[in-house]
């Protein structure tokens, strides 16, 4: 029989997310990876702008609706005033990367000891679907119809793998949500994350790879195929970055 999973105490409401949205299934998790670090008393999230910002319909937690894109820069502060305490972000790629890509790569480049999580549905997912710097090649978008040029607009880039590959991050990783194989090792990064913090290593980052079945036009079970089938291949899933892991080798 399948093991009973508990829900977290962090968690006091149902969520008000679309049928499908990947989005509940991270904040549990960062919730239950929070309870099993014995945090839930020691926490602040800043948040982003976008369906990040219903994290507190969810879970009661201490949080800060930051302005748009400046959560990395908010949790800079907190984390500097309050060292013990532990700061989490929780951004959307259009939040974390198009609005707010200068303070993202500068906390990063800072390897400020904040955890970075950031859920990417490849669109500004709340104000209907526009494009982002993360929306694929040819993705239809409400604002690319005929799908993203990326001739005229960029192709779309992997934040994780830039700040692992350029800055002294501590930690850097993506995951999705799409099976229970993938929901089990996402928990695993998430808590990676956290205990990089909490150890003093500084910058951590957990890209998650998340549905968004209302604007992809696609019913929950086809929204996680397609991030199966044309996501992934893009945006390998795996740690791209463990300095832990070079310190004890
Ligand atoms: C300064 C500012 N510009 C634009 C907006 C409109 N806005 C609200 S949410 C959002 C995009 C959010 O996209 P993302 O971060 O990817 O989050 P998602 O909803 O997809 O989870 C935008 C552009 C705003 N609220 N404030
Ligand atoms: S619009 Fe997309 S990201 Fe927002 S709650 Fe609905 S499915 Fe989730
Ligand atoms: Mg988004």
Request: hydrophobic content about 35%; proline content about 6%; glycine content about 10%.
């Amino acid at each position: 029989m399948a093991k009973e999973r508990k829900v977290p105490a962090l968690i006091d409401n149902p969520m008000s997310f679309c049928a499908g949205c990947g989005h509940g299934i991270v904040i549990r998790l960062v919730a239950e990876c929070i309870e099993e670090l014995n945090q839930q008393d020691n926490i602040i999230f800043p948040i982003g702008v976008g369906c990040s910002s219903l994290l507190g319909g969810g879970m009661v937690a201490d949080r800060l609706h930051c302005p748009h894109g400046r959560a990395a820069s908010v949790a800079t502060g907190m984390k500097r005033v309050t060292p013990d305490t532990t700061i989490i972000t929780y951004q959307g790629d259009g939040d974390a990367y198009n609005i707010g890509i200068s303070e993202s790569l500068n906390a990063a480049y800072r390897n400020e000891n904040i955890t970075v999580i950031t859920i990417n549905n490849t669109n500004f997912g709340m104000t209907g679907g526009q494009m982002s710097w993360t929306s694929l090649p040819d993705q239809k978008t409400t604002t690319s119809p005929k799908g993203r040029d990326s001739g005229a607009t960029g192709l779309p880039f992997r934040f994780p793998e830039m700040v692992a590959g350029q800055f002294d991050v501590a930690y850097a990783a993506r995951g999705t949500v799409t099976s229970p194989k993938n929901v089990n090792k996402l928990k695993k990064y998430i808590k990676n994350g956290l205990e990089a913090q909490i150890n003093g290593e500084g910058y951590s980052i957990i890209e998650v790879l998340s549905p968004c079945p209302t604007n992809w036009g696609l019913n929950p079970v086809k929204a996680m195929e397609q991030i199966e089938e044309q996501l992934i291949p893009y945006y390998p899933l795996g740690v791209f970055k463990n300095r832990k892991e070079k310190q004890d080798a």
